[in-house]
């Protein structure tokens, strides 16, 4: 999964998805790397954003934010039944089943697992996914960043101007950027799990 690319189902319909897992960016010059909130919403690779610092503050979302600040050690950590890259993707769609189904474990809702029998969804990442969505029921924590993203350059005008992808991170520990102050963020690339969280395989590389 390393640079590539997985297959899962979005409001009923299979598709590759470009990259799905842990992200990059730059935000006043102090790199971090977080997970996309919104599978239904872009951000860019290069793009630059206004960015509101905020603490999780809905309760799918302090969810979510347990999770992350949870099992963040286990993406990194040596493991011989997953890659990083599969960890990091099952985060990502954890974080998304969380936020948009109410984490009933890629079975139902708006974001599932692929139904295509010729593309599965990759099952180290189903099982993960679905271990963690477990293991965060009941759980929350406001211990986290949240990071809501206004497009303001960086990308071709058609692609920015416009509210983007809001993000989520671990709660800041390296002296920069922190809540409330407004920031500029840019999205820089892919995460060091491997996966950039962009959503379909095109020349802009969206989410």
């Excluded at 005008?157 to 992808?165: D, K, L, P, T």
């Amino acid at each position: 999964m390393n640079g590539g690319s997985m297959w899962m189902n979005e409001d009923g319909a299979n598709f590759n998805a470009y990259f799905v897992g842990g992200m990059d960016i730059n935000i006043d010059g102090y790199s971090r790397t977080v997970f996309c909130m919104d599978l239904f919403t872009s951000i860019y690779i290069g793009s630059v954003n206004d960015t509101t610092l905020a603490q999780p503050d809905t309760p799918v979302v302090q969810r979510a934010a347990w999770l992350l600040t949870s099992m963040y050690a286990d993406l990194t950590a040596p493991n011989v039944n997953a890659t990083s890259g599969q960890l990091g993707a099952a985060m990502q769609l954890a974080i998304w089943d969380i936020i948009h189904d109410g984490g009933d474990g890629l079975a139902l809702g708006r974001v599932q697992a692929s139904t295509d029998v010729n593309n599965p969804t990759d099952p180290v990442i189903v099982l993960y996914t679905q271990q963690w969505i477990s293991q965060s029921v009941g759980q929350a924590t406001t211990n986290a960043l949240v990071y809501n993203n206004f497009c303001t350059g960086g990308v071709p005008a058609q692609y920015c101007g416009v509210e983007s992808q809001s993000l989520l991170g671990l709660a800041a520990t390296d002296g920069g950027p922190s809540v409330p102050e407004p920031e500029t963020m840019v999205a820089v690339g892919l995460g060091l799990l491997g996966l950039g969280a962009w959503r379909r395989s095109s020349a802009t590389q969206s989410r």
